[in-house]
């Protein structure tokens, strides 16, 4: 079992910048996968950013450049840069770490865009 344990998230006003952790209980230097998402009650779960082993991130088109994934190998941590805020960016977020076929998710954390 590996404990996944997310933080950083909050209000923040429109144009503002977070940034959330994602930090495993294990070492994320062999692992399979990586990924971000974030849901709004309601509506379906949406992808925001999946990273394969040692590759770049990927990102939705429309998160392009405001969004942005690095890795702390060191402190086992993934973060999720998130920069010029919108209210639509409003969502809970969760992240997940991948080694092989086992999949660990966060417990989410709510950002909320709001003046």
């Known amino acids: 079992q590996v404990d996944i344990v997310e933080s950083g998230g909050g209000l923040v006003q429109p144009g503002g910048s977070l940034r959330l952790a994602c930090k495993a209980s294990r070492s994320i230097f062999d692992v399979s996968a990586t990924g971000w998402y974030r849901q709004v009650p309601g509506k379906q779960r949406v992808l925001v950013a999946v990273t394969t082993g040692i590759g770049a991130p990927n990102y939705p088109d429309s998160l392009q450049g405001r969004f942005i994934v690095s890795r702390d190998n060191a402190q086992d941590t993934e973060y999720l840069q998130m920069s010029s805020l919108k209210p639509e960016d409003t969502a809970v977020y969760s992240c997940?770490?991948?080694?092989?076929?086992?999949?660990?998710w966060g417990q989410g954390t709510q950002v909320t865009v709001s003046s």
């Open positions: 997940y770490f991948r080694w092989g076929s086992e999949v660990y």
